[in-house]
């Protein structure tokens, strides 16, 4: 009963044009089992959930379900193969209510009017044998994104779903909302429900999955059962190599002393009303400042009032110890500033754009309407970046919306590196991004400060922020507490900080 | 060749001029000497002049709607009544007040200038609603759709102003011994210093970067708020330009009928352009080329007399057909059944460059 097989995906092979994005893979999911999917960004996890989805058209290999075989042309015939998806971002209606959520599209009906009555109850019954604490009749768009996410998995469940697709869930979650996360699947695996779960997030997958089958370059590696997989395994076979770089790139750089360099920018009592309480900074040539915190405490603000994203109401902030008035992010750019947002989709990248236009967008806004740059001057600087950062695409004219994620953000630090900011500010440049990137992200930034950059350095990864900082602002509920450096950098100091050391 | 024709297929501007070259084949069934130009005291006379001829108005809207609908993901709908706006601003000023005068009352100078600054207000006030006060951009220009031609009536005070002097015929006439009509080159003019305005300056870029994403433009230094707003400044500034091309037509303005349906016209030729209404990347080019396809379609059922009242539909089944030949979906059709035919070949063509990314 245990190894039942629910779906066998076999022999899948999916193109587009100038890349080969499956290249005859299998997958297979048993019964009540949580399957992790991995492999770097542009492995071909996405594409192999949707090939199964039937987002994208199946190009050759078979699909089986309990044996048989089966075409999903639609992620609705897919649901009515009783496969469901949960993505990162819900694909829910935010002004409907929790209960016409779950029941939309197939709603109980009687005397062919929507049933009101029996809707309601039946969503108060599911969420609580789910164990999600919303209200059945409150909007969805007020409960939490994690509590939106359980929602999206109860109405899949509900649907008599077999096999449950979870891409990235955790990504916008923090570490409370993520056990209840587990706790629910854990749940549903014992219902019997096939789980696949694709995350970038290592301890996870060991925490909760039972078998692991790893994607590289389009093509299958392999699947493994999670205890026969170490670690240090699994990430080499993501990339393919002997992976050793990861624990000691920061050794390579030697510990400076950084009080005696010069200051670049510093807050003085810089605030927002609502978002950001009044706060002091200071950051030097040359050093790394981390900014740590949980999700909605006040580390992206900090980071947007300084950039003038989000315009302070209070304070002063001065620039090589010059009062500025920083009112826009153009002031900003202007004395030398440069800001990753932590939303690639939503705040970085102008998706329908080329490569060579998104690399020198930010340097052409800094210059002006009428001094265009040249021909030449653009394509030089994007071949320039692709090559040292070594972006994969097939040429600087392609839409970046084609590139994977991990290419598409470094796009987003080519364009703010051309501009030659004295003063990098990257919120989360490494969220969604597989680890191969990410360990080439750090690498930059500690030789970008090696140069004499002052960066700002956002995580929500402790361990990647160890590596990379040299010192540490902790903030709490919108502001901040505490300042770490030297040896005060510890995974327990921070933490420590983090949940208020005093008592 | 066959990857060459595949490259053509592939271009943004394919289907437009092969909408266009559709409607002119029809064209030369339906009217032998479509082609046909002629000398006649030392003007060029025949149907394809005509064509060009009057779509200038059109063109010159197209153009203004295609960058307000890049930028702002919506369309200008009061362009037609701002026509009537700067037309009857122009000829008040002329006649001095007069319902029908044979020489200038007033400077043509100071005419022109009050009636193109006059529809760039018109645009601004656009503008502003849309880019400062955030309102649809269909709902925004509403506003001016419907009261902009009560504005013109009341600069007119209810009249049709005529001004009767030969000089103010040659925006919409002949200029000198010119054999080729003036609003050709009027409209000539005004994409060449549009196109100018977006290659030597960056404003081309900022329009398309704001149009696809307006908060990401916004972190990278861009005024997304102005950017837009200029847009329909311009786009009020040209719809002012058609405005008066097309009071010289008639020498007088007309509020009730200058530009009437003209901006859904202009709409219309943004999307047979290839352009897409949600805004983001545009062709100015193809745009111009929905222009001509419109009007040619115009003047075709005008020559196969259909009634001026029949028009709209045959106009509409003709529309439905062009429309549909460039829906995304309908081309993904045609691309899977002709990627059946070259399987083969394409995964090959793959392979090899996936090889080369490898390297």
């Known amino acids: ?503 | 060749m066959k990857k060459k024709l595949k490259r053509l297929t592939e271009m943004n501007l394919f289907m437009p001029v092969i909408c266009l070259l559709a409607v002119l084949l029809i064209n030369v069934i339906t009217t032998p000497g479509f082609f046909r130009i002629t000398m006649n005291q030392g003007v060029l006379y025949g149907y394809i002049i005509d064509v060009i001829n009057r779509a200038s108005e059109l063109v010159v809207l197209a153009v203004g709607m295609t960058l307000v609908t890049a930028a702002s993901g919506g369309q200008d709908i009061s362009v037609g009544a701002v026509m009537a706006v700067s037309a009857a601003i122009c000829c008040q000023i002329l006649s001095g007040g007069e319902a029908s005068v044979t020489s200038y009352q007033n400077s043509m100078i100071l005419a022109v200038i009050a009636a193109l600054a006059g529809a760039a207000l018109c645009g601004a006030f656009n503008g502003f609603l849309v880019a400062k006060l955030n309102i649809q951009p269909m709902v925004a220009t509403l506003i001016l759709f419907t009261a902009g031609r009560g504005i013109a009536q009341l600069i007119t005070k209810g009249q049709i102003t005529y001004v009767r002097v030969d000089s103010y015929k040659t925006l919409g006439g002949y200029l000198g011994k010119s054999p080729v009509p003036t609003p050709i080159f009027a409209a000539a003019l005004v994409l060449l210093v549009v196109w100018l305005i977006l290659h030597k300056t960056s404003l081309g870029l900022y329009i398309e970067s704001v149009g696809v994403n307006s908060t990401a433009s916004h972190l990278v230094g861009l005024n997304s708020t102005m950017i837009k707003f200029l847009t329909y400044v311009i786009c009020g500034l040209l719809a002012g330009v058609a405005g008066l091309i097309a009071s010289s037509r008639i020498y007088s303005a007309d509020a009730n009928n200058i530009g009437l349906n003209l901006e859904m016209d202009a709409i219309l030729a943004v999307a047979l352009g290839g352009n897409v209404l949600g805004g983001g990347k545009f062709s100015l080019m193809g745009s111009v080329i929905g222009a001509y396809t419109i009007q040619s379609l115009t003047t075709t059922l005008y020559a196969m007399n259909v009634s001026a009242d029949q028009l709209p539909v045959y106009k509409a089944i003709v529309v439905i057909v062009i429309v549909t030949l460039q829906s995304p979906v309908f081309r993904k059709k045609m691309k899977t059944l002709r990627g059946k035919g070259g399987g083969m070949r394409k995964s090959k063509e793959r392979a090899a460059v996936k090889g080369g990314n490898q390297v």
């Open chain 1, 1 to 503: 009963m245990e190894n039942e097989m629910v779906l066998d995906m076999h022999d899948i092979t999916k193109s587009f044009p100038g890349v080969k994005a499956l290249s005859h893979v299998d997958f297979t999911l048993r019964k009540g089992e949580i399957h992790a999917l991995m492999g770097e960004n542009g492995a071909g996890k996405s594409t192999l959930i949707k090939v199964l989805t039937g987002v994208y058209e199946l190009e050759a290999g078979v699909i089986r379900m309990d044996g048989k075989n089966i075409t999903n042309h639609s992620p609705q015939e897919a649901q009515r193969n009783r496969i469901s998806t949960v993505y990162q971002e819900v694909n829910l209606c935010p002004n409907l209510t929790v209960a016409e959520n779950l029941f939309l599209g197939r709603e109980p009906r009687k005397f062919g009017l929507i049933d009101w009555k029996s809707i309601n109850k039946k969503a108060a019954k599911i969420l609580r044998k789910l164990r999600i604490e919303v209200s059945a009749t409150q909007d969805l768009e007020e409960c939490s994104i994690a509590n939106q996410q359980m929602i999206a998995i109860a109405r899949a469940v509900d649907m008599k779903c077999k096999v449950l697709i979870l891409d990235e869930p955790t990504s916008s979650l923090d570490e409370d909302e993520v056990s209840k996360l587990f706790a629910l699947m854990r749940d549903l695996k014992k219902q019997g429900v096939g789980i696949i779960f694709v995350t970038h997030f290592l301890e996870q997958v060991y925490e909760v999955c039972d078998r692991i089958t790893v994607l590289r370059n389009g093509e299958l590696v392999g699947a493994y059962n999670t205890e026969d997989l170490p670690r240090i395994k699994l990430v080499s076979r993501m990339m393919g190599k002997d992976f050793d770089d990861l624990a000691d790139i920061k050794s390579l750089y030697k510990q400076k002393d950084y009080t005696k360099a010069e200051t670049i920018v510093r807050a003085e009592g810089l605030g927002r009303k609502g978002s950001i309480k009044p706060f002091d900074m200071t950051i030097r040539k040359g050093e790394v400042l981390g900014l740590s915190g949980l999700l909605g405490s006040g580390r992206s603000e900090l980071v947007r009032a300084v950039y003038g994203a989000d315009k302070p109401d209070s304070g002063f902030l001065y620039v090589h110890n010059r009062e500025t008035k920083i009112n826009t992010p153009l002031d900003a750019m202007k004395s030398g500033m440069a800001y990753l947002p932590e939303d690639r989709k939503r705040d970085g990248v102008i998706a329908d754009l080329s490569v060579r236009e998104n690399i020198i967008l930010a340097l052409q806004a800094k210059k002006g309407m009428f001094k265009p740059m040249g021909k030449k001057e653009m394509e030089e600087a994007a071949d320039h970046y692709i090559d040292i950062l070594q972006i994969k695409t097939p040429n600087r004219e392609t839409p970046v919306r084609s590139l994977s994620g991990g290419n598409q953000q470094k796009v987003i630090i080519a364009r703010w590196l051309l501009t030659n900011p004295e003063f990098l500010i990257l919120d989360e440049p490494t969220r969604g991004i597989d680890v191969g990137t990410k360990t080439e992200i750090q690498k930059l930034v500690l030789e970008l400060a090696d140069q004499g950059m002052a960066v700002a350095f956002i995580s929500s990864e402790i361990e990647e922020m160890l590596r990379t900082c040299s010192r540490m602002l902790i903030m709490r509920d919108g502001e901040k507490v505490d300042e770490l450096t030297g040896n005060q950098l510890s995974q327990d100091g921070i933490m420590n900080a983090i949940a208020g050391g005093e008592d």
